[in-house]
């Protein structure tokens, strides 16, 4: 596809659980994006990939929290242990690459009940 | 640190009507400023950037703003609005270093009456 595609789109899970969010980045974009969607603090950076590796990570609410990147494309977030306040929307972003316009995926909704 | 305030949480138009949703952004140095916007279910689309040069900016859908940095304010501005414009609008700043990181500000949502 053209755009930036998430999955799944929406995801019901229970407090403690694992879960596991995927991005695909437009092809050939080399930087992607993290961020979360929620009603108390709005949208948060998370964190940010060039290439496979992640140079800033600042935004990772937890150690709970944790991403990768391989190939260079496809990325998972993962959240262990989830609790209720990580109930969000989880959003994808890629550029063509590092300081280039991010395109937006449609985003994950996460619901921890 | 880098923070954007969006005063307006929901602003409500007719059809037709001008538009101009508010930003403010506090940064020490020339900021990079973009206006996202969010239709319901969809992701964020971009509609403009201002990094350097003119401070009035073109967008796509007919949208402008213009970049005032006695005011520390980056407007949105639409002449005549149209029911699809209707979603929620987002402001977000990047310093020029670290233009990785996005901050937002909390949306402004748009409703346009008929």
């Known amino acids: 596809g053209a755009g930036v595609s998430q999955s799944p789109s929406n995801k019901v899970t229970e407090k403690g659980k694992d879960v596991e969010l995927r991005c695909d980045p437009i092809?050939?974009?080399?930087?992607l994006y993290w961020y979360r969607q929620s009603l108390g603090q709005g949208l948060e950076f998370l964190i940010y990939?060039?290439?496979?590796?992640?140079?800033?990570k600042s935004g990772l609410p937890s150690d709970r929290f944790s991403a990768e990147r391989t190939g260079g494309s496809v990325s998972t977030l993962t959240i262990q242990r989830t609790q209720q306040e990580d109930s969000a929307v989880y959003l994808c972003?890629?550029?063509?690459?590092?300081?280039?316009?991010?395109?937006f995926g449609p985003g994950t909704r996460l619901l921890v009940l | 640190a880098q923070s954007v305030t969006q005063p307006d949480i929901h602003i409500t138009v007719s059809e037709g009507a001008s538009l101009e949703l508010r930003c403010n952004y506090s940064?020490?140095?020339?900021?990079?400023l973009f206006w996202y916007v969010q239709s319901p279910g969809q992701g964020l689309q971009l509609l403009l950037k201002?990094?350097?040069?003119?401070?009035l900016v073109q967008g796509i859908k007919g949208f402008e703003a213009e970049f005032k940095r006695s005011q520390s304010s980056f407007n949105l501005r639409k002449p005549s609005v149209h029911w699809s414009d209707a979603a929620e609008y987002f402001c977000?700043?990047?310093?020029?270093?670290?233009?990785?990181?996005?901050?937002f500000g909390t949306g402004t949502r748009l409703q346009v009456f008929p």
């Open positions: 972003a890629s550029s063509f690459d590092r300081a280039g316009t991010q395109y």
């Open positions: 092809s050939g974009h080399t930087a």
């Open positions: 990939f060039q290439g496979n590796s992640a140079p800033d």
């Open positions: 940064y020490g140095a020339t900021p990079y």
């Open positions: 201002y990094f350097s040069g003119d401070t």
């Open positions: 977000a700043v990047a310093s020029s270093y670290n233009t990785d990181k996005l901050i």
